[in-house]
């Protein structure tokens, strides 16, 4: 059993700050801790890679994005926001393909791998990942995750 909220903190706190009390990303994480059956060091990869797309793919003087925990009874959503650039939505279907880089990125670097890999880990998990996205406006990537291993997410 880990603490979701305790996994998320290190992680901000060690790899995203800006100064001791400041991080790149708002945080959103209520109250309690989250304490979910599951794989830390696989949860690390997941996140990092969703924070990372959210920071790289917001231009200059955008908001910060925001990560947030919304609990439910039986699972446990992780939501990266951003107001960035944003996906096309004619190429919704490709995301999560491997080397899938949208038209739209212009002259930032990517190889098109992570959410590929984070898609993967997110199933071995027990979970799903999706998202929304505008072009120019934004994105909502989620991870829904159970708190036990043997609760599927339809
Ligand atoms: P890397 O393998 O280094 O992560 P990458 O960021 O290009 O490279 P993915 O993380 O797999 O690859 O993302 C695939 C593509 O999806 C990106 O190239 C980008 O076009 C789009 N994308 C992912 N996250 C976002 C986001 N938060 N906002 C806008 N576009 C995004
Ligand atoms: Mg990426």
């Known amino acids: 059993e880990v603490d979701l909220k305790?996994?998320?903190?290190q992680l901000v706190y060690n790899q995203f700050a800006l100064s001791e009390n400041e991080t790149k990303i708002g945080l959103d994480l209520g109250e309690n801790?989250?304490?979910?059956?599951?794989?830390?060091?696989?949860?690390?990869?997941?996140?990092?890679?969703?924070?990372?797309?959210a920071l790289k793919?917001?231009?200059?003087?955008?908001?910060?994005?925001l990560l947030k925990i919304a609990p439910s009874k039986n699972y446990v959503q992780i939501m990266m926001v951003d107001h960035g650039i944003?996906?096309?939505?004619?190429?919704?279907k490709f995301v999560f393909d491997t080397f899938f880089r949208a038209s739209n990125v212009k002259n930032?670097?990517?190889?098109?791998?992570?959410?590929s890999i984070v898609h993967d880990l997110?199933?071995?998990?027990?979970?799903?990942?999706?998202?929304?996205?505008?072009e120019n406006k934004g994105s909502v990537?989620?991870?829904t995750l159970p708190y036990e291993r043997n609760y599927l997410i339809d």
């Open 57 to 65: 793919y917001t231009p200059e003087g955008k908001p910060k994005p």
């Open 122 to 134: 997110v199933k071995k998990l027990g979970g799903k990942l999706t998202f929304t996205s505008e």
């Open 141 to 143: 990537f989620t991870v």
């Open 108 to 115: 930032i670097k990517g190889t098109g791998l992570g959410l």
């Open 6 to 9: 305790a996994i998320i903190i």
């Open 86 to 92: 944003g996906i096309p939505k004619e190429e919704f």
């Open 33 to 53: 801790p989250i304490l979910i059956h599951s794989d830390p060091n696989l949860l690390f990869h997941v996140i990092r890679n969703l924070i990372e797309n």
